[in-house]
């Protein structure tokens, strides 16, 4: 009969060895101080030297107490939480003093370029009497000759005559307007030399969040208000009317802001904290508060440069009128695509294509929708307008058009633009 072995469990025998240490550490942890609490004497005397020596002002405000805070045992200890969060303060002032010393600093510099354009016009009332009817708005100097930028809805009156006043008080007449027909932009000309100018940024190189200046005549009497606030969006899109007409108009790809923009302001310089312009104040949102609009200066570069070399604003023109299709849309209307640009009209005076146009030329119809041009797919951010920006009269580009349910491809030379 073979005898029964019996197999012990490793562990068996431990549990008298267990409690013999577990005594041990007993002992110990009676006899001799817990580590945290020998560190946290330590710690404390090195505050004490640190102290007394004189030399803990930068070192035991700005170092250490905020690195002990985040440690046990003092991060509850409520001397340490009130030193850091008035650390915290004492920064967040340190950055408004610094912002506003830059806003100050933006405006002094830039506001001798702004001026106030006041626009007057003789009207005759329905009894035969005529009256004289003014309206105002903003405008900058480009050049130091006299040229003066704003928008077109600033100096759309064809019969009307413009007055350029400075914020030193000088009154000028202006000689030239040129207007743009393709965006909300406009120049006047004075006869004057040796004019501030504002130099123009690139609005390319905004972020959301930045901190910007909107200079303006606002609401048509507070010469060179000033206000500020941030960058709130871009590549916006919307559909703007003037504040003294009720004409409406397509805006893209436009920089959003909560800079108080008022009536009177518009045509103004929305600038950054370098004191460049980035924006021109165009629009405001009147169903919300404290949302404005501003065309990118980018948009106005090319105009800029033009009227400066040949004294007119030189584009070049496809010819048609559209809609942006967005993803709401293209839901509402059942298209087959949410981008691209939609052919249309609602009114027989405006046709969706203009007669005697490249579009013309090329059969283009209503209710056609151009998807691409040279291969560059319209939607946002590449609108059609800013992709048009690239081109010059008499530039050959490729069309990707979607009819009905047929896609095809056409090449369109561009025309020149009427002022």
């Known amino acids: 009969m073979s005898e029964k072995i019996t197999i012990k469990s490793v562990d068996e025998g431990l549990p008298k060895r267990q409690n013999k240490l577990d005594l041990e550490n007993q002992d110990k942890s009676k006899s001799e101080p817990s580590l945290g609490k020998r560190m946290t004497k330590a710690i404390l005397k090195v505050i004490a030297i640190l102290i007394i020596g004189g030399i803990g002002g930068v070192l035991f405000d700005h170092l250490l107490i ?10 509850n200890v409520a001397f340490f939480q009130e030193v850091t969060t008035n650390q915290i303060n004492s920064t967040d ?49 480009v050049t130091s000759d006299g040229l003066i930028l704003t928008n077109r809805h600033v100096v759309s009156k064809e019969n009307a005559d413009y007055s350029v006043i400075t914020q030193e008080g000088k009154d000028y007449q202006a000689v030239e307007v040129i207007r743009d027909s393709v ?7 004075i006869a004057a030399k040796d004019l501030p100018v504002l ?19 606002a609401l048509g009497t507070y010469q060179n208000t000033v206000t500020s606030g941030i960058i709130s969006g871009l590549d916006r899109s919307l559909s703007a009317g003037s504040f003294y007409a009720s004409q409406t108009e397509k805006l893209e790809g436009v920089i959003q802001t909560d800079a108080s923009i008022n009536p009177g302001n518009s045509g103004g310089p929305l600038l950054n904290l370098n004191g460049q312009v980035i924006g021109i104040n165009t629009a405001i949102d009147q169903s919300g508060q404290l949302i404005g609009f501003a065309i990118p200066i980018d948009d106005a570069k090319k105009a800029v440069d033009s009227v400066i070399k040949k004294g007119r604003i030189i584009r070049p023109i496809l010819g048609v009128r559209y ?7 293209a839901d509402l209307n059942d298209l087959p695509v949410d981008y691209g640009i939609l052919l249309y009209s609602d009114s027989s005076r405006y046709p969706a294509v203009l007669p005697d146009t ?26 059609f307008s800013k992709i048009m920006q690239d081109f010059d ?17 056409i090449k369109i030379i561009l025309a020149e633009q009427e002022s």
């Open 358 to 383: 490249p579009a013309a030329d090329a059969k283009l119809r209503s209710n056609d929708i151009i998807l691409k041009i040279n291969d560059q797919l319209i939607g946002q951010p590449n609108s």
């Open 323 to 329: 809609i942006p299709i967005t993803a709401e849309l």
């Open 183 to 189: 965006n909300d932009l406009a120049f006047l000309k």
């Open 66 to 75: 905020p690195y002990l805070a985040t440690k046990e045992p003092f991060k």
């Open 393 to 409: 009269p008499a530039d050959e580009i490729t069309v990707e058009i979607l009819r009905e349910e047929k896609r095809f491809s």
């Open 93 to 141: 002032s340190t950055v408004n003093v610094e912002i506003n010393d830059a806003i100050t600093e933006t405006v002094k510099e830039a506001s001798p370029a702004v001026v106030s354009i006041v626009a007057s016009a003789e009207l005759t009332n329905v009894f035969g009497q005529t009256f004289n009817q003014q309206s105002s708005g903003t405008g900058f100097i």
């Open 199 to 217: 130099e123009l940024g690139a609005s390319a190189d905004i972020k959301v969040g930045e901190t910007v200046v909107a200079i303006g005549n």
